[in-house]
């Protein structure tokens, strides 16, 4: 079953929200591991 246009926009609002926390965020450690969790997110996402 696909996504309605509603259950997208809110998928890609939270997409948004988790880069601007990435983007705001000072350690590089910090950043490169939360890059990371948002990367396997969307790999999962594609597998699904």
Same mark, same amino acid.
């Given at each position: 079953?696909?996504? @309605? #246009?509603?259950?997208? +926009? ?7 929200? =988790? ?5 705001? *965020? @000072? #350690?590089?450690?910090? +950043? ?7 990367? =396997? ?5 594609? *597998?699904?």
């Amino acid at each position: 079953m696909g996504m @309605t #246009d509603k259950q997208f +926009q809110s998928w890609v609002r939270f997409l948004l929200g =988790d880069l601007k926390d990435l983007e705001q *965020e @000072t #350690d590089p450690e910090k +950043q490169k591991a939360k890059l990371k969790e948002i990367m =396997d997110n969307l790999q999962k996402t594609l *597998e699904d």
